[in-house]
């Protein structure tokens, strides 16, 4: 397994409570804690780069609710033809790109809301919340587009209910290298490396046919 160690302190308030997260959070409870979707897998990019990698990481992720988008499609449609970009990339662009409705089925319509971390703005509860929801979060390190598919992590809950959450370890799946996860460790590394994250919400909506009473 291919290990790239990354220091973490994405937590929530982490601007807050800075001082708490500088060591022993203390008065705060640790409950170490861990989720994982299960069963989950990308489908593997058609080119080892970040436009088709962020392709095939939505395709992966919406197929989970049914929700069919093809990697060429999304490629065509962001970039103006198939091509192999890893520099530049507007996240809100492409979220703008997925976003609205989809038939899938008969009556049946899934409404895609894209939401985008800039860098620096995603926390680790936004995270370990997709994970535990089954339905992960595409997470850009480097531009490099990876999907969260597990977290460990260290919950703190303080004396009046407060929670706090630290990121120790997360498992990413590369599409441009399904089988070969990469796993992020704390540790003093640069921040600035992570480039912001992308997730799906999805709201199921039905046709209900109207019959005068």
């Not at 989950?40 to 919406?62: H, M, N």
């Not at 995270?127 to 979060?137: L, M, Y």
């Not at 070969?180 to 460790?185: E, I, K, R």
């Amino acid at each position: 397994m291919r290990r790239s160690r990354l220091a973490w302190s994405l937590c929530l308030l982490a601007l807050l409570v800075a001082p708490a997260f500088g060591g022993k959070k203390v008065g705060y409870m640790r409950k170490p804690g861990s989720d994982a979707v299960a069963g989950f897998s990308v489908i593997p990019a058609a080119d080892k780069c970040a436009s088709w990698g962020w392709a095939a990481a939505t395709e992966s992720i919406l197929a989970l609710d049914k929700v069919a988008v093809d990697q060429h499609v999304l490629v065509q449609r962001a970039f103006g033809g198939e091509l192999c970009v890893d520099d530049g990339l507007d996240l809100r662009a492409l979220g703008d790109i997925v976003a609205g409705d989809y038939v899938i089925g008969p009556r049946k319509k899934m409404r895609v809301v894209t939401r985008v971390f800039p860098a620096g703005a995603i926390g680790a509860e936004d995270i370990i919340a997709a994970v535990r929801r089954g339905r992960p979060i595409i997470l850009f390190w480097k531009m490099r587009p990876y999907v969260v598919s597990a977290a460990a992590y260290d919950e703190y809950i303080g004396p009046r209910g407060t929670r706090l959450f630290d990121i120790r370890e997360l498992t990413l799946l590369d599409p441009s290298d399904p089988g070969t996860p990469v796993s992020f460790v704390k540790q003093d590394n640069d921040l600035r490396e992570l480039n912001g994250a992308m997730e799906f919400v999805l709201f199921p909506m039905e046709e209900v046919e109207w019959v005068p009473q």
